[in-house]
Nanobody, 123 residues
Framework: QVQLVESGGGLVQAGGSLRLSCAAS????????MGWFRQAPGKEREFVAA????????VLADSVKGRFAISRDNAKNTVSLQMNSLKPEDTAHYYC????????????????WGQGTQVTVSS
């Protein structure tokens, strides 16, 4: 069992930056791939980024490549999403999730979810 708590969301102007963090409880954190997803009102939850259990491999959605970066610290049981050059279309509720493979883009395949944190980007 893994419990996840996100933090770091907020209101930022377009072009600004935010860093989201996800704190995990449970001794098995290091055995899971971790992903970030987002969901805007009226839209489906979409994949943003994922990182392998070791942190050695990452995947980013095309819409955030070059702007976002995902990292993890297994010693601290945390995963982070650094978001730069934010755009109004990045506005959404952001969730971290634990799963079996960082190459799974389908949110339905992830096993554990946090409650999410809101990111709002003003134009």
């Amino acid at each position: 069992q893994v419990q996840l708590v996100e933090s770091g969301g907020g209101l930022v102007q377009a072009g600004g930056s935010l860093r989201l963090s996800c704190a995990a409880s449970g001794r098995t954190f290091g055995s899971y791939a971790m992903g970030w997803f987002r969901q805007a009102p009226g839209k489906e939850r979409e994949f943003v980024a994922a990182i392998s259990w070791s942190g050695g491999s990452t995947v980013l959605a095309d819409s955030v490549k070059g702007r976002f970066a995902i990292s993890r610290d297994n010693a601290k049981n945390t995963v982070s999403l650094q978001m730069n050059s934010l755009k109004p279309e990045d506005t959404a509720h952001y969730y971290c999730a634990a799963g079996r493979s960082h190459r799974d883009y389908n949110p339905g395949t992830y096993l554990y979810w946090g409650q999410g944190t809101q990111v709002t980007v003003s134009s």
